[in-house]
């Protein structure tokens, strides 16, 4: 016996939290009869319907996709803007994004019908270790770069130590180019460190997530993950050390 939102997690049609809430909105049923309470247990015997569609068990899948900016990390858009599974259009399974990048955010980003492992690759006790690029307006100090290295305080809190680099400094366009690797995945994270410290992203890309890299890839290929990558996402140790 599993519980139901496991069940339909592992189906691919939703994350645990999501089928939780798809639970709670009577949208699920099992054997004809909605169930709204969480933590019913469910045996592969069991008629399981969401939205009155049965729930096939789908083979899981597993994506790394280059998301190109302009694109929207959903599967669905209500203002009609792009969306990333709209570069997927001969995937057939229901695949939804691990996380998210910002609309104007380019770079790594994993797709998968997974919801188990989408789960716990997003939960902050798995410190997968995400490389960034930023551009920014400014001429960054040393010092500066320090105070991004240790952590800058947020208004949702201080940042983890991060490991920060300047690139390249362009005085006569003034400008800077500093690499970031950070394991928290908080909402615009990057972006607001910056800010914190006055400066203006320019241009933000995700070039590694883990041990995945955008190598010879470009803005909106994607390709399926090797089975020993998945494997050792699967693995990937808790409170530990990252995947790199
Ligand atoms: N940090 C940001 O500011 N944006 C992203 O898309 C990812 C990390």
Request: proline share 5%; hydrophobic share 35%; aromatic share 6%.
């Amino acid at each position: 016996m599993e519980r139901l939102q496991k069940v339909i997690a592992q189906a691919g049609v939703a994350s645990r939290r999501k089928a939780e809430e798809l639970i709670s909105q009577g949208r699920v049923q099992v054997n004809g009869q909605t169930v709204r309470e969480q933590g019913v247990k469910v045996s592969p015997n069991d008629k399981i319907e969401v939205d009155g569609i049965p729930l096939d068990k789908e083979q899981p899948v597993y994506y790394l996709f280059y998301k190109p900016t302009g694109v929207i990390s959903s599967v669905k858009d209500d203002k009609g803007r792009k969306v990333v599974t709209d570069f997927f259009p001969n995937v057939e399974a229901r695949i939804f994004p691990v996380g998210r990048l910002d609309y104007e955010t380019s770079g790594a980003l994993l797709l998968t019908n997974d919801g188990d492992l989408a789960n716990k690759l997003m939960h902050p006790r798995y410190k997968i270790d995400k490389h960034y690029v930023a551009k920014i307006k400014g001429l960054i100090t040393k010092e500066e770069v320090r105070k991004l290295a240790r952590g800058i305080e947020l208004e949702d809190g201080k940042t983890a130590p991060a490991i920060v680099k300047i690139e390249s400094v362009d005085r006569k366009k003034g400008t800077s180019v500093i690499s970031l690797t950070i394991h928290e995945g908080r909402n615009r994270q990057v972006r607001r460190m910056f800010e914190a410290l006055g400066y203006e992203v320019q241009k933000l890309k995700r070039e590694r997530y883990g041990f995945l890299d955008l190598k010879s890839m470009s803005p909106g290929d994607y390709r399926e993950l090797k089975p020993y990558e998945v494997k050792q996402l699967k693995v990937a140790p808790l409170n530990g050390n990252s995947v790199t």
